[in-house]
C-alpha cells in the first residue's frame, strides 16, 4: 500500500467516523435532549457544547480537516489516476462538514450561550441546528464514500 492510499483510507475512516458520531448525535442524543423541559434541555446543550472541542472530538475534528486535506493535496499532486474521488471526498468534508459547522451550528451554539433566557432560546434553536447537523452527518457518509472510491 502507497503513502497516498493510507491517507486516502485514513481520510474515508476518519469521515466515517465523524459522520457516525453526527449522525448518532441526531438520531438519538438529540431525541433525548428533545424529550427534556426546555430549561434542561437548553442547559444540556449548553453543557455538551462546553465539551464539544475538548479531546476526543476536538482531536476528531481536527483529523476530519487535515487527512482529508493531505488525500486531496497527495491526489493532485501525484496526478493519482482516481484522485479526483479524494479530491471530492475532501471537498464534501470539508465544506459540508466543517464549514456547515463554521457558517451553521457553531453561530447557533454560541448564540444559545449568550441567551438571556436559554428556555426561551431553545424552540428557535433546536430545529436549525439539527438540520445543519443532518448536513454535517451525510457530508461525512458522502466523504467515506468518495474516499473508498478514491482507493
Known amino acids: 500500500m502507497s ?20 449522525y448518532a448525535f441526531s438520531a438519538f442524543v438529540m431525541a433525548g435532549i428533545r424529550e427534556q423541559p ?12 462546553r465539551h464539544a472541542l475538548r479531546a476526543p472530538l476536538g482531536i476528531l475534528i481536527l483529523l476530519t ?7 486531496a493535496v497527495m491526489a493532485i499532486a501525484g496526478d493519482e489516476p482516481r484522485g479526483a474521488w479524494a479530491i471530492a471526498g475532501a471537498a464534501v468534508v470539508l465544506v459540508a462538514g466543517i464549514g456547515v459547522t463554521a457558517v451553521g451550528n457553531i453561530p447557533l451554539n454560541e448564540r444559545l450561550a ?6 426561551a432560546s431553545w424552540r428557535a434553536f433546536v430545529t436549525p441546528w439539527l438540520r445543519w447537523n443532518h448536513v454535517r452527518a451525510a457530508a461525512g457518509a ?8 478514491a482507493l
Open 142 to 149: 458522502v466523504g467515506a464514500c468518495l474516499f473508498t472510491l
Open 114 to 119: 449568550r441567551a438571556t433566557d436559554p428556555a
Open 38 to 49: 426546555d430549561a434542561a434541555a437548553a442547559a444540556t446543550m449548553q453543557a455538551i457544547n
Open 65 to 71: 480537516i487535515t487527512v482529508p486535506l493531505a488525500a
Open 3 to 22: 503513502v497516498y492510499e493510507a491517507v486516502v483510507a485514513a481520510a474515508a475512516v476518519i469521515s466515517g467516523l465523524a459522520g457516525g458520531v453526527l
